[in-house]
T-cell receptor, first 112, second 114 residues
Framework: SAVISQKPSRDICQRGTSLTIQCQVD?????MFWYRQQPGQSLTLIAT?????????ESGFVIDKFPISRPNLTFSTLTVSNMSPEDSSIYLC?????????FGSGTRLTVV | AQSVSQHNHHVILSEAASLELGCNYS??????LFWYVQYPGQHLQLLLK??????LVKGIKGFEAEFIKSKFSFNLRKPSVQWSDTAEYFC????????????FGGGTRVLVKP
């Protein structure tokens, strides 16, 4: 299965600032997904990022708040913009390949 | 919209006990089903998956799951748990062709007492 490197693994950020999370995959994949896992809760899909097209956002998530880039088939970034304490969560990227869905190790974000 | 329900939020059991975690989904068409495990402080790992064929699926670490289409269920089982099975377990579903977005259940925290 694909191997995903996600950076940073954790960060503490001031409210009002932005953080960009990177996801690097060791193979070319068409579909990449970004999820949020709020404290004590399950995973919620933020958006689907396909190379060469705009990301598709789920209800409750908007591009201005969570801009996504997908410049090629092995890389994507998610930016959490104008952060507030409510954005404190674990953010995960995921890819689909023939093995199934593989997840990155996550970015634990704390907004103070 | 499709949804995934996991009936138990918390399960506490002793080593060697049998484990069964319920998962139901609300989608009438073809589905692909997954169980993931998240050990404390670690990332999600795939336990097993069902795409088609034999509805009884065997996964890693002695886990298995049974897809019952008529009940829209995909329950996870392990005959005899170990302390190391303490983790959070997530059921997830994707409709139609695999590769679509996953919808996760709320998760079940399992604590195995030594």
């Amino acid at each position: 299965s694909a191997v995903i490197s996600q950076k940073p693994s954790r960060d503490i950020c001031q409210r009002g600032t932005s953080l960009t999370i990177q996801c690097q995959v060791d193979s070319q994949v068409t579909m990449m997904f970004w999820y949020r896992q709020q404290p004590g809760q399950s995973l919620t899909l933020i958006a689907t990022a396909n190379q060469g097209s705009e990301a598709t956002y789920e209800s409750g998530f908007v591009i201005d708040k969570f801009p996504i880039s997908r410049p090629n088939l092995t890389f994507s970034t998610l930016t959490v913009s104008n952060m507030s304490p409510e954005d404190s969560s674990i953010y995960l990227c995921s890819v689909w390949d023939s093995y199934g869905y593989t997840f990155g190790s996550g970015t634990r974000l704390t907004v103070v | 919209a499709q949804s995934v329900s996991q009936h138990n939020h918390h399960v506490i059991l002793s080593e060697a006990a049998s484990l069964e975690l319920g998962c139901n989904y609300s989608y009438g068409g073809t589905v692909n089903l997954f169980w993931y495990v998240q050990y404390p402080g670690q990332h999600l790992q795939l336990l097993l998956k069902y795409f088609s064929g034999d509805p009884l699926v065997k996964g890693i670490k002695g886990f298995e799951a049974e897809f019952i289409k008529s009940k829209f269920s995909f329950n996870l089982r392990k005959p005899s748990v170990q302390w190391s099975d303490t983790a959070e377990y997530f059921c997830a579903v994707t409709p139609g062709a695999a590769g679509n977005k996953l919808t996760f259940g709320g998760g079940t925290r399992v604590l195995v007492k030594p």
